[in-house]
């Protein structure tokens, strides 16, 4: 295939391209043009992906920091309820806008801009009706973990979708501007409270600041610079229409990726129950994991970005040619680590994270959904228990249990990707593009009916609902969100609080939360998103 008619983005010259980058003569004489021009697009996004990661981690590092130095009790309480978020809603809510990366990446690639603003505000509405049913469990916590969770979690959403917004239109800069001056801030704000000696409120109230810093400077920087001209057509009924179609990828998102978090949540769970040691062990070795995590990860969104393009378009060779290519690369890069003997985990996990990239920008989460549960609980768990408590591995026998469990679950994504119907996909994601434009077109002319058949039969008519029937379902989705919240607030006035814990349930606590700062699977949560 001509890799350079496929992308559109890139310079004119496919030489040129080549020339940017790769100046080595025996690059140029070994490995093909189209691999390298493909290649300088993905290394081109995944530099400033790592640059923001790298600064988004930054946040709660510091917030971490200035909240040791109040005390372990502090620091303790605070990883518990990093821990707690992580779990109930900050795992679900990013996988939920995991459906919005999908969704923008194929739209986008298919030329139809004004529609990627549709599904900006679908996903807004629906995770603002997910964090009003959250709340209504966090509320029952500690006072400072309702602190630390409700206006946090706002912004959280917030931010992810507005990384969704950008980096699926290839604007990744922004991302990282606004990460540094959030920092900035962050860092500013972290002295002040600890200065007015605000304890653990301040602490909390720094962590919440923190991800409304990164969600309003990135807003500005959108505002300021007009990049939602072409993509923003105002607010409009049509974002109430088909939900259903969001949420059929969105709930397999949100279970591939609780699936994947909570596993390591188990983890330092189980290290906390051999000794503090191994505890600790595995805390530091979370924190290196993540780092070397980066990398992959940034590839990951290259890979949903890249390939939803390509389906978008229409272009079924570029599609797989970049998912061949974002493989090849990350291979290369496993090979790497093992050459240089690095961490276990960073062996066959980049693989799966990659591969799940690819899946997302295909549309087939499902897949991982049905996996994940499969490898790491069914598979991976016995083993990691076994290896844990039967052998004297310890933590060790943790990270070999999850590499062997990484390795089955990318060797089968691979397989997966590899055996998929591409054409079939591409016609699914054109035709459903169409259905898309259609609801604009009948939106805005104020003419009701069906929308029309695309793509040789291949997508059936869809029914718009009328406003009567928009008002009575989506009221009633927001009445049960909002009841929710009414039952966790009545719960939490009535219920009197739990004792304080004593010193030994509090040594238990610091156990227990210590694991939870940072988590290697995370972009941008509470305590690590």
């Known amino acids: ?28 004489r070994w490995v093909p043009l189209a691999y390298r021009e493909e290649l300088y697009h993905i290394l081109r996004m995944t530099g400033p992906l790592l640059a923001s990661r790298i600064l988004n981690y930054l946040h709660p590092f510091v917030v971490t920091i200035f909240c040791g130095r109040l005390g372990n009790s502090a620091l303790a309480g605070y990883a518990m309820a990093c821990a707690f978020i992580n779990v109930t809603s900050a795992s679900i809510c990013l996988g939920l806008c995991f459906a919005c990366d999908t969704l923008v990446s194929q739209t ?31 509320v029952n916590t500690e006072a400072f973990l309702l602190l630390l969770g409700q206006d946090a979690e706002v912004a959280l959403a917030l931010h992810q979708l507005q990384m969704s917004y950008l980096q699926n239109q290839g604007m990744i800069m922004p991302l990282v501007y606004a990460a540094f001056l959030a920092n900035i801030a962050n860092l500013l704000t972290n002295f002040f409270l600890f200065w007015l000696d605000f304890g653990v409120p301040g602490s909390a109230a720094a962590n919440s600041l923190s991800i409304i810093y990164n969600c309003g400077f990135l807003f500005l920087y959108i505002r300021c610079r007009n990049l939602h001209a072409k993509s923003w057509g105002g607010w409009t009924t049509e974002c109430l229409q088909d939900w259903s179609s969001y949420m059929k990828l969105a709930i397999p998102s949100a279970m591939m990726c ?47 970005v890249r390939v939803g393009n390509a389906l978008g ?10 998912s061949k290519v974002v493989l090849t690369f990350t291979g290369k890069y496993v090979f790497f680590y093992l050459y240089r003997i690095r961490i276990a985990m960073d062996t066959s996990s980049p ?16 897949i991982a959904a049905i996996a994940n549960p499969i490898g790491y609980y069914c598979i991976g768990l016995p083993i990691i228990i ?51 434009f259609v609801f604009s077109h009948q939106s805005v002319n104020g003419h009701g009916g069906l929308a029309c058949q695309a793509q040789e039969g291949t997508v059936q008519p869809t029914a718009l609902l009328s406003n009567s029937q928009l008002i009575i379902r989506r009221g009633l989705v927001l009445l049960a969100a909002v009841l929710t919240l009414f039952v966790g607030t009545v719960l939490h006035l009535l219920l009197p609080l739990p004792e304080p814990f004593g010193g030994r349930r509090m040594n238990e606590t610091m156990d227990f939360g210590n694991w939870s700062t940072a988590t290697p699977l995370a972009q941008s949560t509470l305590p690590t998103l």
Not at 265 to 277: D, K, N
Not at 393 to 421: E, P, R
């Open 1 to 28: 295939m001509d890799a350079s008619r496929s992308r559109p983005d890139g310079p004119s010259s496919s030489e040129e391209i080549s020339a940017r980058l790769f100046c080595c003569r025996f690059m140029r």
């Open 108 to 138: 986008f690639g298919g030329g139809k801009l004004l529609r990627v603003g549709v599904i900006l505000q679908k996903s807004i509405l629906i995770l603002m009706v997910f964090c009003l049913a959250s709340w209504g469990v966090l």
């Open 258 to 304: 609780c699936f994947e978090w909570w596993i390591y949540e188990i983890g330092g769970f189980l290290a906390g129950m051999i000794s503090e040691e191994d505890l600790g062990a595995q805390h530091v070795v979370i924190m290196l994991a993540y780092v070397n995590y980066m990398i992959p990860l940034g590839v990951q969104v290259v890979a949903c």
């Open 313 to 322: 378009a229409g272009d079924t060779d570029g599609a797989i040619f970049t």
């Open 351 to 366: 693989l799966q994270c990659v591969s799940m990239g690819i899946l997302l920008g295909t549309g087939q989460q499902k």
């Open 386 to 436: 076994a290896l844990m408590f039967v052998t004297d591995l310890q933590v060790m026998g943790f990270w070999i249990g999850l590499l062997i469990s990484t390795f089955l679950l990318a060797v089968f994504y691979i397989i997966m990707i590899f055996k998929m119907n591409w054409k079939r996909l591409t016609k699914e994601v054109s035709g459903a593009g169409m259905i898309c």
